[in-house]
């Protein structure tokens, strides 16, 4: 299998920074590289990035900066850009923290992931206790999406414009969007988007869609349909939140390719994989090999772009916060030392790189 981007998607990627050597400061805190090898380089010989998202609060620590802007090729601002913070009221917008998290990244040669223009969380107020017309909603969408959007205009790889829209049946959420504005809100948004940045990639962003089944078979059908309406539409993001519990996705590269065959970039965007506690090396072992799988399901997929995990490092994983009892999800841990997943991936990448 050739693991090698179409010529259009790879030239994107060039010009995002992602085939540009990393920063030469090595992590504080990392592994035995094999002459210095990260995941980030690993993943641009592969025209491909391995990223990881980061947050605000997290740029008071040096050691963890340190591994962030050497080791990955990527970042995802895993708060900065929901609406709560860049329109905490209504018309005045504040891109403060959205803004230090490009700037790392632009500093350190890393793509940036924008995320996210429209999802039903973390709203701010004014917006989730209003009582809007349809009209109304309409123009306060239009005018987040394209103000937003237009700040970052020829900064960002991509945008994650609408995120988890559906049930795990198929069915759309029920959100302020949709309860107000009916399924063409996502047409739109996408619309709005690439009228206000008409460079960067245009995702729809999800959970649990990681392998075919009514909620995938939702978002298939929907692409399709928009793609028949002539809808800007760039790629499809699988966030990967996965538990050791449920068993791995074994269609997910079935899955990847045939969103790939509508002619749409796929990327796992928000990778984790979680464990009941404690952990032991029985668990870390299977997740290690999890985390193979998933780096080589994405690998066999010529249009699969990149993964991002959900943060790097256990430290600040949002696991324990929502998920009782559950954790140690990520390639590193609490004190920031890889773990066995670190090395598989790591294998699995350069062994992609090799061929």
Request: overall charge negative.
């Amino acid at each position: 299998m050739p693991h090698r981007l179409a010529a259009s998607v790879a030239a994107s990627l060039a010009a995002a920074g992602l085939v540009t050597a990393m920063a030469a400061t090595p992590a504080s805190a990392g592994p035995d590289r094999h002459d210095d090898t990260t995941l980030g380089r690993l993943a641009a010989d592969t025209h491909r990035y391995f990223g990881s998202a980061t947050d605000n609060p997290e740029f008071s620590d040096a050691a963890y900066l340190g591994i962030l802007g050497s080791e990955f090729n990527s970042t995802t601002a895993g708060n900065a850009l929901k609406w709560y913070a860049t329109e905490p009221q209504q018309g005045v917008f504040d891109f403060t923290q959205g803004d230090q998290v490009l700037d790392f990244a632009r500093r350190h040669h890393m793509s940036f992931r924008a995320h996210t223009l429209v999802w039903h969380n973390q709203l701010p107020d004014w917006l989730n206790n209003g009582t809007f017309t349809a009209d109304q909603l309409r123009a306060i969408l239009k005018k987040h999406i394209t103000t937003v959007a237009r700040h970052y205009k020829g900064k960002v790889y991509s945008w994650d414009v609408v995120n988890e829209a559906f049930n795990e049946d198929g069915t759309y959420r029920d959100t302020i969007f949709y309860r107000t504005l009916g399924p063409g809100y996502i047409a739109d948004a996408l619309r709005w988007a690439r009228e206000a940045d008409p460079h960067a990639k245009l995702y729809l962003n999800d959970y649990n869609i990681e392998a075919i089944g009514p909620k995938s078979d939702a978002y298939y059908a929907l692409v399709k349909s928009l793609r028949a309406q002539h809808v800007p539409i760039d790629g499809v993001g699988f966030q990967g939140h996965l538990a050791l519990q449920y068993g791995y996705p074994d269609t997910l590269q079935q899955n990847l390719r045939r969103f790939a065959d509508l002619g749409l970039d796929v990327a796992i965007t928000e990778l984790d994989i979680r464990m009941y506690l404690p952990a032991d090396a029985t668990k870390l072992a299977t997740q290690a090999d999890w985390y193979a799988r998933v780096t080589k399901a994405c690998l066999a997929v010529r249009r699969c772009v990149g993964i991002t995990v959900w943060d790097y490092t256990d430290k600040y994983s949002w696991i324990p916060a929502v998920f009782q009892g559950e954790g140690a999800a990520l390639p590193y841990d609490e004190n920031l030392q890889p773990k066995p997943a670190y090395t598989a991936i790591r294998d699995a990448l350069r062994s992609a790189g090799r061929h």
